[in-house]
């Protein structure tokens, strides 16, 4: 039986783990010390904070599919919250859902940590680069460790990272290099009493904060209000490497500006996403190179969504699977 190795414990390299559990020996490097990628919650104490991607939409049927299966399992929740859209001169207006949109519960975590269960995934395991060896390629870890030899190896990192890992000669090398992904800032807010807010979530116009979100009134979730605050990708791109402090108070401050009457945090915290989403796509399923046994997907393939992060995975298993039987 081949064997595999795949970057990412997110939802397109876990997606693909599992599918080619039966077709090979696969091992999933994770460079967190949890699953999902961007499908991310973070915990302190009593907080807890959906702090990567904040839900999302099912547009076809095979992602339909795969969602119910795990809404039998009260894995994936309808979201329904009060929506408005703020910001610039008009008074705040509610802004409807047109479609549904579903969250993880009670994390956003909690999908991949499912789909993880039966698979052998390395943890706090940093892929740094890959060599070949004389029957398929070596992984060289950021602890000094080395596996394999693989005889395939597959990234499902953000596109400039599998560029990075990925040979010059990797016959889609070009492709992934001219593809550029966005950075975004997230604030996570923590509140000892209840928070009462005219919206669960909100659309901002006109500033550097983008979205807001009550994660604590996401189906599942309990514990104390959590609000969530994500700067535009634009905003981001430029203040990207600015010292976070500095990021925190100016997000802060702006937050006020939106909400005057939004008291005084009891917890505060900061994450810098340096590839949140993929400013263009390269409109294909996914990056095979059946001639060097190498691949990449993601959801940079086909958009910035959890669901084409899904179908890219799912259409690399359905190809690697004619190749490895």
Same mark, same amino acid.
């Given at each position: 039986?081949?064997?595999?190795?795949?970057?990412?414990?997110? %939802?397109?390299?876990?997606?693909?783990?599992?599918?080619?559990?039966?077709?090979? =020996?696969?091992?999933?490097?994770?460079?967190?010390?949890?699953?999902?990628? &961007?499908?991310?919650?973070? +915990?302190?104490?009593?907080?807890?904070?959906?702090?990567?991607?904040?839900?999302?939409?099912? &547009?076809?049927?095979?992602?339909?599919?795969?969602?119910?299966?795990? +809404? !039998?399992?009260?894995?994936?929740?309808?979201?329904?919250?009060?929506?408005?859209?703020?910001?610039?001169?008009?008074?705040?207006?509610?802004?409807?859902?047109?479609?549904?949109?579903?969250?993880?519960?009670?994390?956003?975590?909690?999908?991949?940590?499912?789909?993880? +269960?039966?698979? &052998?995934?390395?943890?706090?395991?940093?892929?740094?680069?890959?060599?070949?060896?004389?029957?398929?390629?070596?992984?060289?870890?950021?602890?000094?460790?080395?596996?394999?030899?693989?005889?395939?190896?597959?990234?499902?990192?953000?596109?400039?990272?599998?560029?990075?890992?990925?040979?010059? !000669?990797?016959?889609?090398?070009?492709?992934?290099?001219?593809? =550029?992904?966005?950075?975004?800032?997230?604030?996570?807010?923590?509140?000892?009493?209840?928070?009462?807010?005219?919206?669960?979530?909100?659309?901002?116009?006109?500033?550097? %904060?983008?979205?807001?979100?009550?994660?604590?009134?996401?189906?599942?979730?309990?514990?104390?209000?959590?609000?969530?605050?994500?700067?535009? =990708?634009?905003?981001?791109?430029? =203040?990207?490497?600015?010292?976070?402090?500095?990021?925190?108070?100016?997000?802060?401050?702006?937050?006020?500006?939106?909400?005057?009457?939004?008291?005084?945090?009891?917890?505060?915290?900061?994450?810098?996403?340096?590839?949140?989403?993929?400013?263009?796509?390269?409109?294909?399923?996914?990056?095979?190179? !059946?001639?060097?046994?190498?691949?990449?997907?993601? !959801?940079?393939?086909?958009?910035?969504?959890?669901?084409?992060?899904?179908?890219?995975?799912?259409?690399?298993?359905?190809?690697?699977?004619?190749?490895?039987?």
């Amino acid at each position: 039986m081949k064997s595999l190795a795949i970057v990412g414990a997110g %939802i397109a390299g876990l997606t693909l783990a599992t599918r080619l559990q039966k077709h090979a =020996n696969v091992t999933v490097f994770e460079k967190s010390a949890g699953y999902g990628g &961007r499908l991310a919650t973070r +915990r302190s104490g009593a907080y807890q904070f959906d702090h990567g991607a904040q839900y999302f939409t099912a &547009r076809s049927a095979e992602f339909r599919q795969f969602l119910d299966i795990h +809404r !039998d399992a009260a894995l994936v929740r309808d979201w329904q919250p009060r929506t408005l859209t703020l910001g610039g001169d008009k008074e705040p207006y509610t802004r409807p859902w047109f479609e549904p949109h579903w969250v993880a519960a009670p994390g956003m975590t909690s999908l991949c940590e499912s789909l993880a +269960r039966n698979l &052998r995934v390395e943890l706090d395991a940093e892929v740094t680069s890959i060599c070949p060896a004389n029957e398929g390629w070596m992984v060289n870890l950021l602890s000094g460790a080395q596996r394999g030899p693989y005889d395939w190896f597959i990234s499902t990192a953000p596109a400039p990272q599998a560029c990075n890992l990925m040979p010059a !000669d990797f016959l889609h090398y070009q492709e992934l290099e001219k593809l =550029n992904m966005s950075g975004c800032f997230s604030l996570m807010l923590g509140y000892q009493l209840p928070l009462s807010l005219s919206f669960q979530a909100a659309k901002v116009t006109n500033s550097p %904060i983008g979205w807001l979100a009550l994660d604590s009134s996401k189906p599942g979730r309990s514990g104390p209000s959590c609000l969530l605050a994500q700067t535009t =990708n634009q905003w981001a791109d430029v =203040n990207l490497d600015g010292p976070a402090l500095e990021i925190r108070q100016l997000l802060l401050s702006e937050l006020q500006r939106l909400l005057p009457q939004l008291p005084d945090p009891d917890h505060v915290d900061l994450q810098r996403w340096r590839y949140a989403a993929a400013t263009s796509s390269l409109q294909q399923d996914c990056l095979l190179d !059946d001639q060097r046994q190498l691949a990449a997907c993601g !959801d940079w393939c086909l958009g910035a969504r959890v669901e084409a992060a899904f179908t890219s995975a799912a259409r690399l298993a359905a190809r690697l699977q004619i190749l490895l039987d």
